[in-house]
């Protein structure tokens, strides 16, 4: 389970969250959704450690992370899918999924990468392409791929519909839930400025405005 | 015929001597994107070293042609000891910071270990010219060559293949390569960016100090060959492209056969031409011959 609670961060003099509260239990798939500035990607970054948080309480199963490093939280079985992908040029797309595995020196990197596969198909044809030449759909299936390799207790991901065509958008919902069926204890998150894509995947939806989250209420069916 | 061959042996020598020392610049930009001032006192504490313990050798009576190897186990001591002392020490501390503040850095660690060598050396040049006049001259295509020059171009060969296969044929390698496009990512993805970089920037002062304690048998060590390799190296790096390692060795070779003509048809102007040649591709090209690859944004 991952907690935060009343996370603060300050950037350059200005602060960005101001409480930021939300808890994802294992096993469950919950939204964030706020407008473009509204905290949704320092949200992200904070939990992953990219961005200092001022203040707060931020734990994995009760561990406390606000002290680790990046690379150490996300050794602990955090995947992350920043907004604009960020794949590595230099590397093919198998390299570029591989990378986490290889940092974490993982013995069955080839097998993870096999799962990876067996879930997306279409990846295995793209293997050997230098991420350079992949579209921006193509690259959103990567970066994904790339956070399963770690992922196995928290997902973070950060707009992944942004963008996006529908029959794309209906392949990473698909792939996030086929994911999230073989680690059944895994906790996700997904960041959007829409709700649309999102309410596929969950029905617990935190909103964030101005740094600040609520929970909203789940739809009367 | 002769001028030809001597522009070619000449600058190709002059290549391998110039991607020594430019080579170590680059990758240590390239990952940990600091400009390293410094990196001509690495070179110049690898010429002290190198002829201090080759010199100690050859006086101690054993076989002269331990030199050679006991000037790469210079360079390695002198990177294994100053470069993790000075990236955990110093470096690491400014990477956030403007470039301005680590181009001061570097430049204050420049100026303290020039006066460091002053302590440790003192300012007499020392000359342990054995090594370059042990292996003699070669008869070539008409001229005749000092095989030493031969020798300081495999170095640089075999330096620049160990580079290569480090980086692209090994996970340790991939994981710098996803460290010089994207610090942050990379962390993100589990790799222990802190150390690849103690471990970059340490392969990087052993390349410096390669250069210097081959460069010794040539030269007269002295204070203040520091500054002169630094500019040079510089204006290789800005040729090749800030970072590119591939870049830096045609940058050298470019810069190496440039000079070597120029010293052939217009001596006075040898060190214009390199000069020249950096601020012609500064002008055309701003991120050098071979500026980096971006990830499609759509």
């Not at chain 2, 050859?58 to 002392?85: I, K, R």
């Not at chain 2, 471990?199 to 390349?207: C, D, I, N």
Request: aromatic share 8%; charged share 15%; glycine share 10%.
């Amino acid at each position: 389970m991952l907690e935060v609670g009343g996370l603060t961060v300050t950037l350059h003099g200005i602060t960005i969250l101001r409480s930021v509260t939300l808890t994802i239990e294992p096993g469950r798939i919950v939204g964030l959704i706020g407008r473009n500035g509204a905290g949704k990607t320092t949200t992200l970054r904070a939990i992953m450690g990219l961005t200092r948080a001022a203040s707060g309480r931020l734990a994995l199963e009760g561990e406390d992370l606000s002290g680790l490093p990046p690379h150490l939280r996300a050794r602990l079985g955090i995947g992350y899918v920043p907004e604009d992908r960020r794949l590595i040029s230099a590397l093919s797309a198998r390299e570029n999924i591989l990378v986490p595995a290889w940092a974490g020196g993982l013995a069955d990197a080839e097998a993870r990468l096999d799962g990876v596969y067996t879930l997306m198909p279409e990846l295995r044809e793209l293997a050997a392409r230098p991420a350079a030449l992949l579209s921006g759909g193509q690259q959103k299936l990567v970066a994904l791929a790339r956070s399963f390799m770690y992922g196995s207790r928290v997902l973070l991901l950060d707009e992944p519909f942004e963008g996006v065509a529908p029959p794309l958008a209906r392949r990473l919902v698909r792939a996030v839930r086929e994911f999230q069926e073989h680690r059944p204890g895994l906790s996700v998150l997904v960041a959007e400025s829409e709700v649309k894509w999102v309410r596929l995947l969950t029905d617990k939806i935190y909103s964030i405005e101005r740094g600040t989250t609520a929970e909203v209420p789940a739809p009367t069916p | 015929m002769d001028t030809l061959t001597l522009i070619l042996l000449d600058g190709i020598a002059f290549a391998s001597w110039l991607f020594l020392v430019s080579a170590g610049l680059t990758f240590a930009y390239g990952v940990l994107r600091i400009l390293n001032i410094a990196h001509g006192s690495l070179y110049a504490i690898g010429a002290y070293t190198g002829a201090t313990l080759a010199g100690l050798v050859l006086h101690s009576g054993a076989n002269p042609f331990l030199a050679y190897p006991v000037l790469v186990g210079a360079a390695l001591l002198v990177g294994l000891a100053l470069g993790p002392l000075l990236e955990r020490g110093f470096l690491r501390r400014v990477y956030d910071q403007e470039e301005v503040i680590t181009l001061l850095l570097t430049f204050a660690i420049f100026l303290i270990l020039e006066d460091g060598m002053k302590l440790v050396w003192g300012v007499s040049p020392i000359i342990v010219a054995e090594p370059y006049a042990l292996l003699g001259q070669l008869p070539l295509a008409g001229v005749t060559y000092p095989v030493y020059s031969f020798l300081l171009t495999g170095v640089a060969i075999v330096a620049g293949l160990a580079l290569w296969v480090v980086i692209d044929r090994t996970r340790f390698g991939k994981l710098i390569t996803s460290v010089i496009h994207d610090r942050e990512i990379s962390a993100a993805l589990g790799v222990n960016v802190p150390r690849i970089c103690t471990v970059a920037f340490t392969g990087a002062a052993m390349l410096a100090a390669l250069g210097g304690a081959f460069t010794a048998p040539m030269v007269s060590v002295t204070p203040g060959i520091s500054a002169d390799v630094i500019v040079l190296a510089f204006a290789v790096t800005v040729i090749g492209g800030l970072g590119n390692i591939s870049g830096g060795a045609i940058g050298a070779l470019l810069v190496g056969l440039l000079r070597a003509t120029a010293i052939q048809f217009f001596p006075a102007l040898d060190l214009f031409v390199v000069y020249a040649l950096m601020a012609v591709i500064l002008l055309v090209r701003p991120e050098g011959l071979f500026g980096g690859v971006e990830v499609r944004r759509i």
